[in-house]
């Protein structure tokens, strides 16, 4: 990311605020007790600091590493004792069509960094993105197997459409396209989604990391990955694709108390059997391919006028078919352990400045996540359970040997977050409780584990965050 030095933010704060503040309120003279508006009769509206926050969080430990990752928080991590950051974000429109947002973040005092800085081309049915900015792909909510939110940002197009197109008879259809540029690799990714009717909704989803350059004529080969796995091509990268399912609960508001919700299943690999690759040829399943080192999120999420509940459970640790079941002729009928997730031999891992990209438990990991919510007007409190194995595989001297570790690192977290808001005020405090078995002392988190079984640590931290909000 973009790192510039103290000075150059205390003039960039002047500047802002001074720009900022008088159109702001000039546009506004009526306070009220509400949240601001942001309708202007002009062609443009300006809002240079939209919403400033300050966020501290105070982290006692004795893992052997002091360093903490705030989970799908655009790359975000604390550190052995006080960490602060202070956030800006804000932005401009113009025509109705046109959007340029920016956040800039100060971490610790030392550092500022350039979250999010594009800007978007929109129209009522597409949009076009450029800029610094990120990628949440799925239904899942506490991660995302093919990409989500946890590592920082990057260089990127995206291509989106902003209203669903129908095809009578078929269905409603969305899709989103975008490239990126991590500092390692670049990346290209997809996701096209299919409403046969409003309540249920299937999806595909596929992201690319690669090093090559490539011919605009030559994508078709890395999109199809007609060559993926031929030793020594040109296209050999690595590929992750999935297949989403979501059954929407709205309809249940209609006879019963719940107002909300979702049913979710995604089925994802690190590989991919199909008759259109050259090494294949073979038709499998009804669709003739099938997933290879298999990923798999399952997911609830309930909610009344006052309350919600989520519950995800997501693995990619062992392989289990939906369609067609190869392992029985390769492996004697033994589902085989995976190690390939975020990590394929020979490739950059999929890592942002040493953030997992996809989900953030990792590889050879599965996640279990508990969450439940309670709204009274501007008062939520959210209480949460989370917990993490790592390291479940381990690899003898034979490839086929490859088995579930009896004893992997385990990672449990409790945790509280209390939020109010107060005008244009945002108040929040949080609590988090860490306890670690065999811990793994191996600080890379894709390559190699070094788990000492037997051994535990714990650890807490307590967050405190303020933001003031100058429009909705």
């Not at 300006?46 to 969080?57: A, E, G, H, K």
């Not at 093919?146 to 969305?174: M, Q, W």
């Not at 540029?181 to 595909?204: A, H």
């Not at 091509?233 to 909300?260: E, P, T, V, W």
């Amino acid at each position: 990311m973009n790192r510039l030095n103290y000075k150059i933010l205390a003039v960039v704060q002047t500047v802002l605020i001074l720009v900022c503040a008088k159109p702001s309120f000039s546009y506004l003279p009526e306070q009220t007790a509400q949240k601001k508006s942001k309708s202007y009769d002009q062609w443009y509206r300006l809002y240079p600091i939209n919403q400033i926050s300050l966020r501290s969080y105070y982290l006692s430990t004795n893992h052997p590493f002091a360093r903490y990752n705030l989970i799908n928080s655009d790359g975000d991590f604390i550190k052995r004792g006080i960490s602060t950051f202070v956030d800006m974000d804000g932005g401009a429109d113009a025509f109705d069509n046109f959007q340029f947002r920016h956040k800039i973040q100060m971490n610790n005092i030392d550092k500022v960094l350039l979250k999010r800085l594009y800007i978007k081309y929109r129209t009522d049915a597409i949009s076009l993105t450029l800029g610094v900015d990120t990628v949440w792909m799925g239904h899942g909510y506490h991660g995302s197997l093919l990409h989500s939110t946890n590592a920082e940002p990057y260089n990127l197009v995206k291509f989106k459409t902003e209203k669903s197109f129908r095809i009578p008879y078929i269905g409603k259809f969305d899709y989103m396209l975008f490239h990126g540029w991590p500092k390692n690799f670049k990346i290209l990714g997809q996701r096209i989604t299919w409403k046969p009717i409003n309540i249920l909704e299937l999806g595909l989803n596929q992201t690319v990391a690669y090093n090559q350059n490539y011919k605009l004529w030559e994508y078709y080969k890395v999109i199809s990955a007609t060559e993926e796995n031929i030793p020594g091509s040109k296209y050999d990268n690595d590929q992750r694709g999935s297949l989403d399912i979501a059954l929407f609960l709205s309809f249940l508001n209609n006879f019963s108390f719940i107002a909300d919700g979702k049913i979710y299943v995604e089925y994802a690999g690190e590989d991919i059997w199909a008759w259109w690759q050259k090494e294949d040829r073979v038709w499998y399943g009804p669709f003739g391919f099938d997933f290879f080192d298999i990923g798999n999120t399952y997911g609830l999420f309930l909610s009344t006028k006052t309350n919600s509940f989520r519950v995800e459970y997501s693995r990619n640790y062992i392989s289990y078919p939906w369609f067609y079941d190869f392992y029985q002729r390769w492996y004697n009928g033994q589902y085989r352990p995976t190690r390939k997730w975020y990590a394929k031999p020979g490739k950059t891992g999929f890592t942002a400045d040493g953030m997992i990209m996809g989900h953030h438990m990792g590889g050879m990991a599965d996640d279990l996540y508990f969450e439940i919510t309670h709204k009274y007007d501007d008062f939520n409190i959210k209480l949460f359970y989370d917990k993490e194995r790592h390291g479940l595989v381990i690899a003898p001297t034979q490839y086929i040997q490859i088995q579930v570790d009896p004893n992997p690192e385990t990672v449990e977290r409790y945790g509280m977050e209390l939020n109010y808001w107060f005008n244009n005020f945002n108040l929040s405090t949080s609590f988090l409780l860490n306890g670690y078995r065999n811990v793994d002392y191996n600080p890379d988190p894709l390559y190699g584990v070094d788990i000492k079984v037997g051994s535990k640590v714990a650890d807490y931290i307590v967050g405190f965050a303020v933001s003031y909000l100058f429009y909705e």
